[in-house]
């Protein structure tokens, strides 16, 4: 019915608008030291995450596997943050990231 139709497209907007701020990018590393985008994925561990410019985890896909490194010594009680778009160290510019997040978000 229309009414079903509605429902589910409502349902598909909803999951569109979860994955584009709540998916994390998976990314194999290469030979070369660069990640490599595979795929998205919404992993609910990982959403929990704050954003930094300068995180201090890394994230990568190893084997069917999500894996979640630390890029540094993580104190007892220090936030874990993710960085959901350009870190600073690629893109020194705050005003630059923060027209890049903007535009992503």
């Known amino acids: 019915s229309t009414i ?6 409502s349902d598909l907007v ?4 979860q994955m584009i701020c709540n998916a994390q990018t998976m990314s194999i590393s290469c030979a ?13 561990v990982c959403a929990l995450m704050n954003h930094s ?3 201090n ?3 990568l896909y190893h084997q069917g596997y999500f ?4 890029r540094r010594v993580i ?11 350009p870190e600073q160290t690629l893109i020194p510019s705050t005003a630059e990231r923060q027209r890049l997040l903007f535009d992503q978000y």
């Open 57 to 59: 985890i890394r994230c």
């Open 75 to 85: 104190v007892q009680g220090e936030e874990i943050c993710n960085c959901y778009g």
């Open 14 to 17: 909803d999951h569109i608008e």
């Open 32 to 44: 070369n030291n660069a990640d490599q985008h595979v795929a998205s994925a919404i992993l609910p």
């Open 4 to 9: 079903d139709l509605i429902l589910l497209g």
């Open 67 to 70: 894996h979640v490194y630390a």
């Open 53 to 55: 410019c300068l995180p």
